[in-house]
């Protein structure tokens, strides 16, 4: 068959298919792009060419079409996702953000950067970095570190061979990230004499491994020891779909179960077992329990310092962990038993072997009452009544309580992910989709377009803070020119609110964290509040906008939104100085040894105390 390199690659990935559990779908579902002079004649020909084997969906920034890819992903618990398609140079150095992000989350995300002339027949071209001391070296190499796959296709005949390494990689749960191949403009261009069977129907099986049988012994003899075990649920749980298994397992074991952002929904917040989110920003009740347990299991969780509250969060001196983590990278985290296996797979056996086995009466009743106290202190968080303008829980409660329970909510970056951990309470497992891996602000929006598209049937709420959606509002013009019904709750607290509270924690006084004019006598930004008015930016890029500045008037937009038929930002007015949810555990974010400012000083004496209960969990 004879197909440019581009024409090629597409007629390939239209016949890449993903299987689990029997069930098969396509693995790429389309390309998003934005066109440039190194790629509009390549991949764009090939896409306007075969307009029925990959559609194509423009994007307004390339970081955000990345984001929108790996959200997509994470909605399809990493069994479809699209690619990624840029010009050389700025193009391809804007996808470097999402794909850390895609990497960092371990998402499946397929990138196709143009890249400079393989001959070099007219170097330097538009756009093209020169290094002196080596000619084969592109911007494109900036995305070798966030890469779990990367190549760059100098030959038509390279791409086979690169094409094949690519979907094993995104099919792979363990080394799954992002994936780059290069696309050399000339190349893309070039004619090949392709073997038929390149594109022939692929199904790239993604199995669940089984926990080997002494692992399992030995995990299942460790849980047997255990007088107060807690469980942590991470993404693994979710994208293993292991969610009823891990119901039946906390059932039959009475063990309780905290959650990571990746995890929550996996059981219902108002289960018997739940006791919230563990960590940083977790709840009373998953952290006392965690400051308690003699044994952790720890199922499909990477263990970020916010998991563990930089290491001291599991406080009790002889503490053990058993970790069901499909990847060995984490299942030998903190010295643990490592069961390697399918979060789902492995909850089963554990089960199995665990039928005769519970914990005691007393350590469940305790679990009860500390789960009860939370529940009252999110009530509480969620009717402040704080005023003149409403606290940021107030917000997320009045959300809460409006949204059903198979809505989606999306949020990244800021003060949110923190209250969001400690007070959202979720029955579903897509419900909650909070990107805290790499908490990158400006993920939002773009998410919200690629959760929509994976899941039409679902109310996808996007909730951004002003900071967040500074850095890529532009996606709410995608999601219009798609035709997507996104609610767009935009927080709007005039400043950084959540690192101008860090900030004050470790003594620096909120400095650079409020956007305000340069004062002519300081010379420092504190002077007065500038005239931004993020309401009509949304208006202007299409969205449908509806303002609010109490917490009644907030439910109303609310509930205007959720009945309209078209993208609606509601853009809400908040105290960025309100009470968040109480805290419990500590972030390891190092002080100045020395200072001449008073607070920093104090700040630093009270950093030493926390730092002597941090453990390295040998």
């Known amino acids: 068959m004879r197909l440019t390199t581009g024409q090629a690659l597409v007629r390939f990935l239209a016949n ?11 693995l790429i579902d389309g390309v998003w792009g934005i066109f440039g002079h190194g790629n509009v004649a390549g991949i764009g020909q090939a896409l306007l060419q075969y307009p029925d084997e990959l559609p194509y969906f423009l994007a307004r920034n390339e970081q955000a079409m990345v984001h929108t890819a790996a959200a997509y992903a994470k909605m399809n618990d990493r069994l479809a996702t699209y690619a990624c398609t840029s010009s050389i140079g700025p193009g391809a150095t804007n996808m470097v953000t999402g794909a850390a992000l895609a990497t960092v989350n371990r998402l499946p995300v397929l990138l196709l950067p143009g890249d400079t002339f393989a001959t070099r027949a007219a170097d330097p071209v538009l756009q093209q970095l020169e290094d002196p ?18 190549d760059r296709i100098e030959r038509p ?49 993604v199995g669940r491994p089984q926990p080997e049988p002494d692992a399992l012994t030995r995990a299942v003899a460790l849980l047997r020891q255990a007088e107060r075990p807690l469980i942590v649920a991470g993404g693994g749980v979710v994208y293993a779909q292991a969610w009823p298994q891990l119901r039946e397992f906390a059932e039959a074991t009475g063990i309780p179960v905290a959650d990571t952002h990746a995890g929550k929904g996996a059981i219902p917040w108002d289960h018997p077992c739940a006791v919230g989110g563990l960590g940083s920003t977790g709840t009373s009740a998953a952290n006392a329990l965690a400051a308690e347990a003699d044994v952790v299991l720890g199922i499909g969780t990477r263990y970020s310092d916010f998991t563990t509250a930089s290491r001291t969060v599991f406080a009790y001196p002889q503490v053990r962990f058993v970790n069901l983590n499909v990847a060995r990278l984490d299942a030998v985290k903190h010295a643990a038993e490592p069961l390697v296996a399918d979060a789902r797979a492995g909850l089963e056996a554990l089960t199995r072997k665990l039928a005769d086995w519970r914990t005691d ?18 009530d509480h968080a969620y009717h402040l009544g704080h005023g003149p303008l409403p606290a940021q829980t107030e917000i997320l409660g009045a959300l809460n309580e409006l949204l059903d329970d198979r809505d989606v909510v999306i949020n990244a970056a800021g003060s949110m992910p923190g209250d969001l951990q400690a007070l959202w309470r979720a029955r579903d497992p897509k419900a909650y989709h909070v990107e805290y891996a790499y908490s990158c602000m400006g ?18 709420v996007v909730l951004v803070g002003d900071g967040s959606y500074l850095m890529m509002c532009q996606e709410l013009v995608t999601a219009v020119s798609e035709g997507l019904k996104l609610t767009v709750v935009l927080v709007d607290n005039g400043g950084f609110a959540s690192i101008g509270a860090l900030s004050e924690s470790l003594g620096s006084q909120r400095f650079g964290t409020r956007y305000r004019f340069r004062d002519e006598k300081t010379g420092r930004l504190d002077g007065g509040v500038l005239p931004v008015d993020l309401a009509a930016n949304a208006a202007s890029l299409g969205a449908r906008v509806l303002s609010a500045g109490s917490v009644p008037e907030f439910r109303a937009a609310l509930l205007e939104a959720r009945a309209a038929d078209r993208t609606t930002v509601v853009h809400v007015t908040t105290d960025h100085l309100s009470p968040g949810p109480p805290s419990s555990a500590w972030w390891d974010v190092p002080v100045a ?26």
């Open 157 to 205: 005949e390279q791409l086979i061979p690169a094409a094949l390494a690519a979907m094993r990689v995104l099919t792979d749960p363990v080394e799954t990230g992002a994936v780059t191949l290069c696309l050399p403009q000339d190349v893309q261009a070039e004619a090949f004499d392709w073997p038929a069977d390149f594109f022939r129907r692929r199904v790239w099986h």
């Open 133 to 150: 001391r080596q000619g084969d070296v592109s911007v494109n190499d900036a995305l070798r570190p966030v890469s779990k796959y990367f």
């Open 361 to 378: 009466e007393a350590y469940r009743a305790r679990v009860r009452e500390l789960a009860a106290d939370w529940r009252w202190a999110t």
């Open 593 to 618: 040894e020395v200072a001449e400012l008073d607070s920093t000083r104090q700040a630093h004496a009270s950093y030493e105390t926390a730092k002597r209960a941090q453990r390295p969990y040998l």
């Open 443 to 460: 993920y939002e929006i773009a998410a919200g377009v690629g959760a929509k598209l994976a899941a039409p049937d679902r109310e996808v």
């Open 16 to 26: 890449q298919f993903s299987e689990r559990d029997g069930r098969e779908r396509r």
